[in-house]
């Protein structure tokens, strides 16, 4: 396709509730198999009927038509495709409900995933730790920084209701999603160069703003003591299994050491389930049938007993390194634990339909946590995004880059953001991506890549120390990212 002149995103009218519910049918019509049924029959689970009811109570206004407008997420909605590639054959079963009223005026019901799919593995109590914990993020949110983000004005978490699910009653964000917009060669109604850096601008500004706040004194999930008004932080989320296998400990942690194995131990509990090898056929198929012939079909079950081994034989020694590593001098006093929306990427991101350069909100808080400072500067939504290979693309990326960096260095405490520590971060950062991401579901030669690239900044002395990892991983290549 020829690349277009990049003349800029025009301003326009918001789509009406009954347009957006009509794309939302179609979008669920052209699901792949087994998707549009799991989809009705969580959607017929539901009480509607009763949703409008609490929603007439609390606005006291009578409420007249319910619309589904979104699963996922977000407050106005899509599935991401690859959220479906991470999640094999499941689908993320949260709803958005667009709720109009006589008076002609609207809110949104976002209901919280089934038992039956998403937290089938949970228990409810659990569940509801996660979903207080995302109220408790974007309630210190709306208290500590001017990012914009989705108005809850009714949080109901018991499982016990009429609706028939935990839900929440938020204000509508009027805007549509920064991908749906974000400079591109195809889409001729994207942004331009000047659009793009407008938006970068107040975005980084949000990252360094949940940079900067004061250190937490732990590592984990927000909580909020509403009684006492107190912000707290408790153990993550169930969002990240690490309070659903009984050996792992879910914190908080004080120490970055803590956290990391930790993680550590979470992984060498995934590998230890039964159904581990099935889930790895799982994923080589999906990738198969991708266009991913690595490995071919014929080669999958060798190759998942053989990741098994790598990968346990690779845990053992990370767990065995990480007590010779000394991360104390990234901790507080030294450096601050901050809160890191980890999610923060252009499906996230809600801009402003008649001006399309202003964030009108930032959605998607349900994994947010308290991690190392080290861990929270590594995040950028400019890093989550590939550019094309035009040039008029290229340029528009490089200076979105540009412009972030020049706001991190103006923003941020220059004794902690500087060019010495940016390369320590990068290198640790590569280490957290380590030890936290599931081996289930990624090529082994990604975390070759990985542990490449956290040697390249670490003394001989750990080099020396990580060298039978590293020797461990080279057969099965590396991954080019």
Same mark, same amino acid.
């Given at each position: 396709m020829p690349a277009h002149a990049f003349l800029g995103c025009p301003s326009q009218i918001p789509p009406k509730i009954q347009d957006l519910a009509q794309a939302e049918i179609n979008k669920i019509q052209s699901n792949r198999p087994g998707q549009k049924e799991a989809s009705d029959k969580v959607v017929a689970s539901r009480d509607l009927k009763a949703l409008r009811n609490v929603a007439s109570i609390v606005t006291q206004k009578k409420a007249k038509e319910v619309y589904l407008i979104g699963q996922g997420g977000f407050n106005q909605a899509r599935l991401n495709?690859?959220?479906?590639?991470?999640?094999?054959? @499941?689908? +993320?079963? =949260?709803?958005?409900?667009?709720?109009?009223?006589?008076?002609?005026?609207?809110?949104?019901?976002?209901?919280?995933?089934? @038992?039956? +799919?998403? =937290?089938?593995?949970?228990?409810?109590?659990e569940v509801v730790r996660r979903i207080q914990s995302e109220f408790a993020t974007i309630k210190f949110i709306q208290a500590n920084t001017t990012i914009p983000v989705p108005d809850i004005i009714f949080l109901e978490n018991n499982f016990e209701n009429d609706v028939g699910a935990p839900y929440s009653l938020q204000k509508r964000i009027i805007g549509q999603m920064i991908a749906d917009i974000w400079p591109s060669k195809f889409n001729p109604s994207c942004m331009n160069g000047e659009q793009a850096i407008n938006a970068v601008k107040q975005i980084t500004d949000f990252e360094c703003q949940l940079l900067r706040y004061p250190s937490f004194d732990s590592i984990g999930s927000l909580e909020y003591d509403e009684a006492a008004n107190v912000f707290r932080v408790g153990p993550l989320t169930p969002l990240y299994k690490l309070s659903t296998f009984p050996e792992c400990h879910p914190g908080p942690w004080k120490s970055s050491t803590e956290y990391l194995r930790s993680l550590i131990d979470l992984q060498k509990s995934?590998?230890?389930?039964?159904?581990?090898?099935?889930?790895?056929?799982s994923f080589f198929t999906l990738m198969n049938t991708y266009g991913n012939d690595i490995p071919k079909i014929e080669d999958i079950d060798t190759e998942v007993r053989s990741d098994h081994a790598h990968f346990t034989a690779w845990y053992n020694m990370l767990e065995a390194n990480l007590d010779h590593l000394d991360l104390s001098p990234f901790d507080p006093p030294h450096y601050p634990f901050v809160l890191l929306h980890e999610d923060l990427n252009i499906g996230n991101v809600m801009m402003d339909y008649e001006d399309p350069t202003k964030v009108v909100a930032v959605i998607d808080w349900e994994g947010s946590r308290v991690v190392p400072f080290w861990i929270g500067c590594s995040y950028s939504l400019i890093d989550q995004f590939s550019c094309g290979n035009e040039p008029e693309e290229q340029e528009i990326y490089r200076r979105m880059v540009e412009t972030r960096d020049e706001i991190r260095k103006k923003n941020l405490d220059p004794s902690l953001w500087n060019e010495h520590t940016i390369p320590i971060f990068h290198s640790l950062f590569n280490l957290y991506i380590l030890a936290s991401r599931s081996p289930t579901r990624v090529p082994v030669a990604l975390f070759n890549t990985l542990l490449q690239r956290f040697l390249a900044a670490r003394p001989q002395e750990d080099i020396d120390m990580f060298h039978p990892m590293l020797e461990l991983g080279l057969g099965k290549g590396l991954f080019f990212m």
């Open positions: 495709l690859m959220f479906l590639l991470r999640t094999s054959v @499941r689908i +993320l079963v =949260d709803q958005v409900f667009a709720i109009i009223f006589e008076d002609g005026t609207d809110i949104i019901a976002r209901i919280n995933g089934s @038992r039956a +799919l998403q =937290d089938s593995d949970k228990p409810p109590a995934i590998l230890q389930q039964p159904d581990w090898l099935d889930d790895r056929r």
